[in-house]
């Protein structure tokens, strides 16, 4: 496990982030507290699959038709 104060991670981050990059701890100290670790992005666990939902929705032939009580809700009655 490494250990850096601030200043230290400041001046060598791109080593640092290296070190975490190879599979070492890093921890950042203020005062010779623990105070942050430095680990290494994962990323997502599963990526997306398109058409999952494929047959298990539907949607009404009128979803995107215009009613005229909700245009009125917006801009007013005399719309």
């Known amino acids: 496990m490494r250990n850096a104060n601030i200043h230290e991670a400041k001046t060598h981050l791109s080593q640092l982030i290296e070190s975490v990059l190879a599979g070492e701890d890093v921890i950042i100290s203020r005062a010779g507290k623990p105070l942050v670790r430095?680990?290494?992005?994962?990323?997502?666990?599963?990526p997306r699959r398109a058409g999952v939902w494929?047959?298990?929705?539907?949607?009404?032939?009128?979803f995107d038709?215009?009613?005229?009580?909700?245009n009125a809700l917006f801009y007013g009655s005399e719309a």
Do not use: F, N
Not at 38 to 46: H, M, R
Not at 54 to 62: F, N, R, V, W, Y
Not at 65 to 70: F, G, K, R
């Open 38 to 46: 430095l680990v290494a992005y994962e990323g997502v666990s599963q």
């Open 54 to 62: 494929k047959g298990q929705l539907e949607i009404a032939d009128d």
């Open 65 to 70: 038709a215009e009613s005229p009580e909700i």
